[in-house]
């Protein structure tokens, strides 16, 4: 709906016309204009208005509006308070209800073909972007990864982008912003207890020298992390799929900061020990499901995110690690 805009209501025995303004999603007029469509004087319709917020029926704050409009002689500008819709059926109800009812009908029919146009227009555009994004995301990977990169964790990041166009094409089904968890694998063969993760971390401390500070406990976050993989609600699991526990599994590990060292790489680690213990690791080729510095570069991801972000972090994960790789 454009800033402003103007357009004609008639009443239904077409002896006034009035120009209607749309802004803000609602309708406004003058109480000048008030008066006209309801057949009655100025006075009387700021009489009507002023007992309206007295009485608290309305707040005038978020009903009437200083609005600038295009005096008759078309050269000059004036300001004026304009009333929106609430505030011009209430005084209606007062004067002429009949004409009340017919405006609140024909403004609420003009509002919502107003909203479905404007939403359309809007989601052509956001599907316009949508599409030229993943282009140039793509191209993007393509043309950097033909270059030689020093680092993994750059290149990884680069994996992570060009493995999941196929994730944000079947948001074509969707509405474009909304990630979506498909393909996975609801059975589990292996259920992870902080026993058998701790003693999976001592492994991994072994192999990493032995430090004590390495796989440290600062707290009881871990033993919740795993716990919370396995909440249910209602007697139905709140992560029902391996791909969702895992990638829940990764992110708590990454986010909690749960050791005095080593979070990043104990989170990586216990991932691949989850999905390796529930078969879902290896495809069917023999490959890695996921490769190493796309691991690094999720983790890192994961790190750098905003709590708000986890669920879409979390998707993004199990598309990365779904059936359909």
Request: proline content about 1%; hydrophobic content about 35%; overall charge neutral.
């Amino acid at each position: 709906m454009n800033k402003g805009e103007i357009i004609i209501y008639q009443t239904p025995e077409g002896n006034v016309s009035l120009n209607v303004r749309l802004e803000n999603e609602t309708v406004w007029l003058s109480q000048k204009q008030i008066a006209e469509l309801f057949g009655t004087k100025r006075p009387a319709i700021t009489k009507h208005l002023s007992n309206i917020y007295k009485t608290g029926e309305l707040e005038e704050f978020s009903t009437c509006s200083i609005l600038e409009h295009m005096g008759n002689d078309e050269k000059q500008q004036y300001q004026t308070k304009f009333y929106n819709l609430d505030a011009i059926i209430s005084v209606g109800y007062r004067v002429n209800s009949q004409n009340a009812t017919h405006f609140r009908i024909w403004a609420n029919r003009i509002l919502k073909d107003y909203l479905i146009k404007g939403y359309a227009v809007n989601e052509k555009m956001k599907l316009q972007q949508y599409g030229d994004l993943k282009q140039t995301v793509k191209l993007l990977s393509n043309v950097l990864q033909s270059k030689e990169l020093s680092a993994d964790e750059a290149t990884g990041l680069l994996q992570v982008i060009s493995d999941y166009t196929y994730a944000l094409d079947t948001l074509d089904r969707y509405d474009y912003q909304t990630l979506t968890v498909e393909q996975t694998t609801p059975k589990e063969s292996f259920r992870a207890t902080y026993e058998t993760a701790m003693k999976a971390i001592n492994y991994l401390r072994d192999k990493f020298g032995g430090s004590d500070l390495f796989g440290n406990e600062k707290d009881q976050s871990f033993k919740s992390s795993i716990n919370t993989i396995y909440q249910t609600f209602d007697g139905k699991d709140l992560y029902p799929s391996v791909e969702e526990k895992g990638a829940m599994l990764l992110y708590l590990v990454t986010k909690n900061h749960s050791f005095s060292d080593g979070n990043k790489r104990i989170a990586a680690f216990l991932f691949l020990w989850f999905l390796e213990k529930n078969g879902i690791l290896y495809k069917t080729d023999g490959t890695k499901l996921i490769e190493n510095n796309t691991l690094v570069a999720l983790t890192l991801m994961i790190a750098e995110s905003r709590t708000e972000e986890k669920d879409v972090m979390v998707k993004v994960v199990v598309n990365l690690t779904n059936k359909n790789n």
